[in-house]
């Protein structure tokens, strides 16, 4: 992952609900999660909530799929490993 990308995973996850709402899309596995259930569980507006996911799609580090009439937030699991891998590989590295 070149560093530009790295940049801006990096700031959509500058925000403490965004890092919540990232946290709550990576722990509801294959079936994704709904933005209402989002809602419901970090009492967020709904243009709110809908700012942080467009920030957090937009840096690559979930995607949204349709099903029927309702869209479903997943993690793209590649972008978020190569997020910690990164940290994990420069600890203690000068």
């Known amino acids: 992952m070149n560093i530009g990308k790295l940049a ?3 700031a959509a996850l500058s925000q403490n609900s ?3 709402i990232l946290k ?3 722990n509801s596995g294959d079936d994704g999660i709904c933005p209402c259930n989002l809602i419901e569980k970090l ?3 709904n243009a709110n909530l809908s700012f942080h996911l467009k ?3 937009n840096s690559g580090l979930v995607e949204k799929k ?3 009439r309702f869209i479903y937030y997943h993690a ?3 972008i978020v490993r190569d997020l910690g891998n990164f940290l994990l590989n420069n600890i ?3």
């Open 8 to 10: 801006k995973a990096f």
């Open 18 to 20: 965004r890092i919540q």
């Open 24 to 26: 709550l899309i990576t």
């Open 43 to 45: 009492g967020l507006s």
């Open 55 to 57: 920030e957090l799609e």
């Open 66 to 68: 349709k099903n029927g």
């Open 76 to 78: 793209n699991e590649k």
């Open 92 to 94: 203690n590295k000068k």
